[in-house]
């Protein structure tokens, strides 16, 4: 069974300790990768989207045109 | 008796026998320098390569013996294709040819894309006998024919692999810098004699690693008919490769968060959606989680170019308690080895 972020500041721990996200959003998975001072967006079928700071991830990314702080709670984590 | 004493004993003897572990001395790197750079000047002139197509190989072959030798090449059993030969005598190298050959242009070309079984070359190790005339010493990419051809890097001398060839060896008599072979034929195919690989491993470390790469992941390699003046100084030969599978010390199916300290020295599984390893963390003597391997791309190959299914490492680096930066890399010949078992 996957994890669930109770909210965005465990996503932000997370990505603060540079671990890789895999995480699951309406059967469609999707990865964030902390990796040489950027963080990179990935998922299937998706183009990569990177962002220079978490701030600027959290604030930004959207995810099937939601923000992600915004479905924080409802994304399938299944690695972090 | 003290077992201690005689344990370590044991593990140096054992350092001494594996010729994976001898470093060239610092002396002996200057020799071979000179050694190589004079042979460079009493080169046939070669001033142009490019890397080539995987599957593709140009040889040069300026006289006839050498000619057929590349013969006696294709014509061993192995040898399950040939897409082309020429043998035409002088003539320039059409544009082609320029983009498709990794290099020497002259007057006499060999093109050979020869194929061997990819199982039969499971096990084997490529042991170029002598450096390439036109590298550079520690240079991977600059030293070696063989190491231009990633990722499609091995040459083979089909007599090492002959198992009716008792003597296990072909060597290559007018190369004045060859080791000279002394093989054995043993239950996995002719053996290299270990002072004979040793003293190639003293000249050869970073094609050996370069060729285990290649080894490790499995690809059916291209096959360059040894023959002409630069590949006579490559062949083949069985060996073990050092790495060992690594097995985890401990598996997490819960997708619960990878701790950045854990168990000094302990290996972690962290399990994906699918059930297969999805990450294996390395936690260094103090604990410190120092490396990751994930067997994939997490979907996400622009930022992962690696490997055949995007495999690769993740190194941590560490200041004042903390973690600061994750760089990513391919994994090496050892860590492809290693990991082999969460390999998807």
């Not at chain 2, 599978?245 to 990878?258: A, N």
């Not at chain 2, 190959?301 to 903390?322: C, R, S, T, V």
């Amino acid at each position: 069974m996957a994890y669930k972020y109770k909210n965005i500041g465990e996503l932000i721990a997370d990505l603060e300790e540079f671990h890789d996200i895999e995480f699951e959003y309406n059967e469609i998975q999707y990865s964030i990768c902390p990796v040489n001072g950027i963080y990179a967006v990935g998922g299937k079928g998706i183009e990569s989207i990177e962002y220079d700071t978490i701030n600027d991830l959290v604030n930004n990314l959207k995810i099937q045109g939601r923000f992600l702080k915004e479905i924080i709670a409802e994304i399938d984590v299944y690695l972090h | 008796v003290n077992i201690l004493g005689l344990w370590d004993q044991a593990i140096k003897l054992i350092d001494q026998l594996n010729p994976f572990t001898e470093e060239l001395s610092d002396q002996e790197k200057k020799e071979l320098d000179e050694i190589w750079k004079q042979e460079l000047n009493d080169s046939l002139g070669f001033d142009k390569r490019d890397i080539a197509p995987v599957d593709t190989v140009a040889v040069r072959a300026p006289e006839t013996g050498q000619a057929n030798n590349l013969n006696n090449v294709l014509s061993q059993p192995k040898v399950q294709a040939v897409i082309e030969t020429s043998t035409n005598g002088p003539k320039p190298p059409t544009e082609s040819e320029l983009n498709q050959y990794w290099g020497y242009q002259d007057q006499e070309l060999f093109t050979a894309e020869v194929i061997i079984g990819e199982e039969k070359m499971v096990n084997a190790i490529a042991l170029p006998i002598i450096k390439d005339s036109f590298g550079k010493m520690g240079d991977a990419l600059e030293s070696k024919l063989s190491t231009m051809f990633q990722p499609n890097p091995l040459f083979v001398n089909p007599y090492l692999n002959d198992p009716n060839a008792l003597d296990g060896g072909y060597q290559w008599t007018y190369d004045e810098f060859a080791v000279p072979w002394r093989a054995k034929v043993g239950p996995d195919g002719p053996q290299v004699h270990p002072e004979d690989l040793k003293a190639y491993v003293k000249r050869q470390k970073f094609t050996e690693d370069n060729a285990q790469t290649a080894l490790a992941k499995g690809k059916p390699f291209s096959i360059m008919g040894a023959t002409g003046s630069i590949s006579s100084r490559q062949s083949i030969s069985k060996g073990p490769i050092k790495a060992k599978v690594i097995e985890s010390t401990q598996v997490i199916k819960d997708h619960s968060s990878i701790p950045s300290k854990s168990t000094p020295n302990s290996v972690v599984d962290y399990i994906g959606k699918d059930g297969k390893v999805n990450a294996r963390v390395y936690y260094d003597e103090e604990g410190k989680m120092v490396k990751q391997i994930n067997p994939n791309d997490h979907n996400n190959p622009k930022q992962h170019p690696f490997g055949e299914n995007g495999e690769h490492a993740h190194d941590l680096i560490w200041k004042d308690g903390k973690i600061v930066n994750r760089t990513s890399r391919e994994m090496t010949a050892d860590e492809i080895v290693e990991n082999s078992n969460i390999s998807k």
